[in-house]
């Protein structure tokens, strides 16, 4: 026997000792439990074993008593506050020996009402009495039981207490801390930190909230795991929602961010820890951002300079000017950008600096460069710069001579119009604006996209609205213009605006798939797991598209929630192309798979097909098509799909095909995608499709 099951032991034999030589007046278990509720007479009085008191307990609770069943726990529980010591101690061997009962039985609300019991004991209790270590014990064996089963809101209102004591915000001894401390390790570890993880990014509404403030709650014991999964997390819609935990967390995830810095991540976690930095708005971060600013890859570079704009200190201007001689060339116009404010003269000095050597910097970011310095030095107060740029035209510096290129940018800046100082409109004048008239292109376009798209801006603010749609760019593509080619690892979402985009699958089978119109919206399943498009698109005519970057959905994470999780719900709806074409390619009749029948708009049979597993706005489903029965059938007809949700109730929903892929070797299989046009309102990993028929 190991040292708890001795100490158990001995705790059960004093237990039935203490309630067989007590002198008060015998009361047996087996009468009504009011003799122990509503009389002067306690369950520890009682000349049984507890453990006939947890039986008749047990038996409260399958009878539905659930009342009295708490109060009989309470009543032993309330010995454990008591000032009498041996009161305590003999209170704590019943509870501790009921909670045995309890675990041995995994009755959730009985380990509810004694982990409650425990704590409570926990937090008064001012001494290192018998017994405290096992409690402790039982008490974290207790709440893993509850974490197994799911019940993560009551572990949080348990925990909390127990973190106070950790902490010193409940005053205790130095040991008992010490002890208390086990119990935090032991519902931190691995396993458990896992199941709340997927529990938060399961998404499932409560659980969601639950486990996410719990993850919270545990603070510096769950930061290497969130960041270990956000590293492995292959899904970018995960990845956000881990970002935004973390971020939530603050100051106390620092020390874990930057040993995992140290540890030399893949350059995305680097990107993701500095973005959480920029949140913190912590100055004293910019000792680790800093070696970042040249990184390989230009992303972590951007973020690096994104972390310099949102600190807000007395000696940025020193930051700034250090980044901007040790950052990578296409990153330099970026700082410079933020330096030209700061009319100083060690500013003015250090954009001289660069412009004279500006030859030394890459080709491909020369111009931006020179068009950055050069501005700035220009409109400096002391009307020195265009002597010096002529002079670095003139070749009289230590650099020597500029190259054709450098020279007929430096050239350009004469001819561009001056930085002029702000000046307040006349009190009877007012700035021009464009009338509908003068850009009616552009206003028609902006209508059409909200218009289009209401259902996501009815569900923002004004100025909500406004935020969002100042974070798309558009861009404009000719007939047959590729706008995405198969293979390609583009981080947009678009919007079509304007024209038509059809699909090219580039392979030797027969599709018709629809192409994609005005309001439509695809590459959500792209933008959010960072994988290669399995198709090409092209214009099918004069296109016009709103690109949203993933960029800017990250600058949403952190300045507006709201906006990100409404704006990448919509989209999850909207969009279904790539996740179609997929379901599709991979849906194949096999044997082994269930079937389901296809009928005709009268009712009679066509074939069985093969489903694919629905999602939110559409499925895909296979068959050996009949000789004689030509595909393109099937081409622009509208569906009935019929489910079963949790194995009992039907819902119907109606689509449309949204494409055909037909191979007539070796047996003529035919594949359609369906677009649902009504929404499902149900959990979609609850529903089995049952059957399918054409409405017309």
Sequence with gaps: MNSQEIEFTRLRHLADRLATTDNQPALSTKQRPDLFLHTGNKPLKSPEPIEVIAQRILRLFSQDDTANAQMLIENIAEGTLSPSLAVREQSLISLSLLCEKALSENHKKMLSIISHSFVKWLEQETEFISGYEFICSQLATCLEKLLSMGCFLLVLHLTLPIKDIITGANKKQKIQRRIVARIFERVTQIQYLKKITNSYLSR??????????LLQAYGSKSTPFLLETLEKSPLKEDRFMLLELLQSQGQEAIPQMLGCLHSKPPWYLIRNI?????????????????????????????????????IHVNNRTDRLLEAVTICGDETKPQIIQMLSPLKETRVHSTMQN???????YNPKYREKIISATGSYILNYPDNSGKDFLEELLAGNNSTGGLQETSRAAIKKLFTAPCEAPFKPYPVNSKPAVQTDKERPDKIRLVKNHINQHSSLYNALSQEECKTLYRSFTTKTWKANDIIVKKGDVHSFLYFVEQG??????????????SPLKQGDIFGYEVFMDGSEW???????EHST????DQEELLRLQQTNEHIRSTFINYCRQKDCIISLY????????????????????????ISTVTPSDPFSNGMACCFHLPEGIDYSLFANRRFSVTFIHNKQNTVKVNGYTAGLIFAEQPERVLRIMVKFTTRILTQITDLQCSAISLIN
């Design 354 to 360: 660069i412009l004279k050597n500006v030859e030394t």
């Design 534 to 540: 399995p198709v090409t698109l092209r214009a099918a």
């Design 582 to 605: 997929r379901n599709t390619r991979f849906c194949l009749p096999q044997p082994e798979k269930p079937v389901i029948p296809f009928n005709d708009s009268t009712g009679e049979l």
């Design 545 to 548: 598209l709103f690109l949203f």
């Design 204 to 213: 499932e509404s409560e659980q969601t909230q639950a486990a996410k403030r």
């Design 274 to 310: 500095i973005l959480l930095m920029s949140a913190l708005k912590d100055e004293s971060l910019y000792s680790h951002v800093k070696p970042y600013l040249d990184h390989e890859d230009i992303r972590v570079q951007q973020e690096a300079v994104h972390f310099l704009a949102t």
């Design 500 to 513: 038509t985009v059809s699909l090219d699958f580039e392979e030797e089978i027969t599709a018709e798939i």
